[in-house]
């Protein structure tokens, strides 16, 4: 079956710490993987995706296999970075569609 | 930079009643996407569309759902008589192309959100 699971709804962090947002996910063939966010009022746009090896807005994502997670990490949180986060994966060999996670909201706070 | 447009931004109406969404992706994209998002849950996968027709459909995607391409610009979702379950943010998207390159991300308009009394 193809899944992506984000185990923590909400993430509360101070201005300054590390964040790890975590996404796991099940699929069957070669799957890409992104992470989404939809500030306050705004629409979902993509962050990054683990083919093109970005670091955006100093978030970074590791496709880890073996763990089939892709877990999303910054080392020094800003408030800006309030959001919520939705991790999603699509097949590389079939389906373009977005299967998404039910979302992580991370609150920075100052 | 262009953007996915959706009208309305919020539609209101009563059950059994049909109920077209409208949605302008970005001018030199060639595939489109309808997702919703049930208040609370995960955004949902409806129908994809391609080259005039649906590449590919959920099971969320029954009779009751149609998408058409009236023109060259827009790119519309029928409900033909909706159900209090349906009741949700709808989000068009589209990319242009389908395929695993770096053109084909996905964009998303700001969502239409449907309430159905």
């Known amino acids: 079956a193809q899944r992506v699971t984000q185990p923590e709804k909400l993430l509360s962090v101070f201005k300054g710490a590390p964040v790890e947002l975590k996404c796991n996910y099940s699929?069957?063939?070669?799957?890409?993987l992104f992470w989404y966010v939809q500030y306050s009022r705004q629409r979902l746009q993509l962050l990054l995706r683990?083919?093109s090896r970005e670091s955006i807005k100093g978030f970074t994502a590791d496709l880890n296999k073996g763990e089939t997670s892709f877990h999303l990490k910054k080392p020094f949180a800003q408030e800006e970075d309030s959001a919520m986060y939705y991790c999603?994966?699509?097949?590389?060999?079939?389906?373009?569609?977005?299967?998404f996670g039910s979302g992580t909201r991370l609150l920075v706070r100052p | 930079e262009p953007e996915v447009t959706q009208t309305p931004s919020h539609q209101v109406t009563q059950m059994g009643q049909e109920v077209i969404l409208r949605c302008v992706p970005i001018?030199?994209?060639?595939?489109f996407y309808w997702y919703r998002q049930i208040l609370g849950q995960k955004v949902e996968f409806l129908v994809s569309?391609?080259?005039?027709?649906?590449?590919?459909k959920s099971e969320i995607f029954d009779d009751q759902f149609s998408v058409e391409r009236p023109d060259g610009s827009n790119f519309t979702l029928k409900i033909r008589s909706t159900k209090l379950e349906d009741s949700a943010m709808y989000f068009c998207?589209?990319?242009?192309?389908?395929?695993?390159?770096?053109?084909?991300?996905?964009?998303f308009g700001p969502g239409t959100r449907l309430t159905v009394l």
């Open positions: 998207a589209s990319s242009e192309s389908g395929g695993p390159a770096s053109t084909d991300t996905q964009y």
């Open positions: 699929y069957s063939g070669s799957p890409e």
């Open positions: 683990h083919i």
């Open positions: 999603a994966l699509s097949g590389m060999d079939s389906s373009y569609k977005l299967i």
């Open positions: 001018s030199n994209h060639l595939y």
């Open positions: 569309f391609y080259n005039n027709e649906i590449s590919e």
